[in-house]
């Protein structure tokens, strides 16, 4: 089974510039997700789709950060403008659709694209 | 809130065991995770706990008691390719997975 694919693997760009990252999930996975994880921390979840809906967007800068999973497949995550603090490894991950109360959802990580900002 | 809560850093010998906790707080709870990552790598899953007790994978088991919002990683017969960081996870409710800050391994010879 292929895995998550995201790109670019690297960015670099100078603040106020914007930069847009890739990803496609495991085919039949429902959900997907885009984390944000700084060098030293724990990744910090940006929003969720499910199918092509969204289910949690509450830490996602909406100034800045766009996020889109038009055909509930692939997904674009957007920064414009970006910031200095943006700089991060940005993690896509799917699963497969949401579990009841006692399944685990089992996220499958791509291999993330490292965003520098100067 | 939410918030999870494990050490940031553990060290310990080859062939050791060695037990990373994770306390959490969250508004709604369904099952505690754990997740490894290498540096430079992605995270990938390791256990799922949603009952209280012992859940045993190889050499990793994983513990859960939901009364002590409380978990440990138990790591046993350590190895150097085990030197990685290690994130407790939680369902915050049907749909959220947090993560906590992440407990970073090393395995010394």
């Known amino acids: 089974e292929a895995g998550v694919a995201q790109s670019p693997r690297y960015k670099i760009i100078e603040k106020r510039q914007s930069v847009a990252f890739w990803c496609n999930p495991i085919s039949g996975h429902a959900t997907l997700y885009w984390y944000q994880q700084i060098l030293g921390q724990g990744p910090k979840l940006l929003i969720q789709?499910?199918?092509?809906?969204?289910?949690?967007d509450s830490q996602l800068p909406k100034d800045r950060f766009s996020a889109e999973r038009l055909k509930g497949v692939d997904s674009t995550l957007k920064i414009q403008p970006a910031k200095l603090e943006d700089s991060a490894m940005y993690l896509c991950?799917?699963?497969?659709?949401?579990?009841?109360?006692?399944?685990?959802?089992?996220?499958?990580f791509g291999a993330g694209s490292r965003l520098t900002v100067l | 809130g939410q918030s999870l809560e494990q050490p940031s850093e553990v060290t310990a010998v080859e062939g050791a065991i060695v037990q990373i906790n994770c306390t959490y707080q969250?508004?709604?709870?369904?099952?505690l995770s754990w997740y490894q990552q290498h540096d430079g790598g992605a995270p990938t899953f390791l256990s799922y706990n949603a009952l209280d007790g012992l859940e045993e994978t190889g050499r990793f088991s994983s513990f859960l008691s939901r009364s002590d919002s409380y978990g440990y990683l138990l790591l046993q017969e350590l190895q150097m390719k085990d030197s990685a960081s290690y994130f407790c996870a939680v369902r915050d409710g049907a749909v959220k997975t947090i993560f906590g800050a992440g407990t970073r391994l090393f395995v010394k010879a």
């Open positions: 991950a799917s699963s497969l659709a949401l579990a009841g109360a006692s399944g685990a959802n089992v996220l499958t």
């Open positions: 969250t508004s709604g709870f369904y099952g």
């Open positions: 789709f499910q199918n092509n809906g969204v289910v949690d």
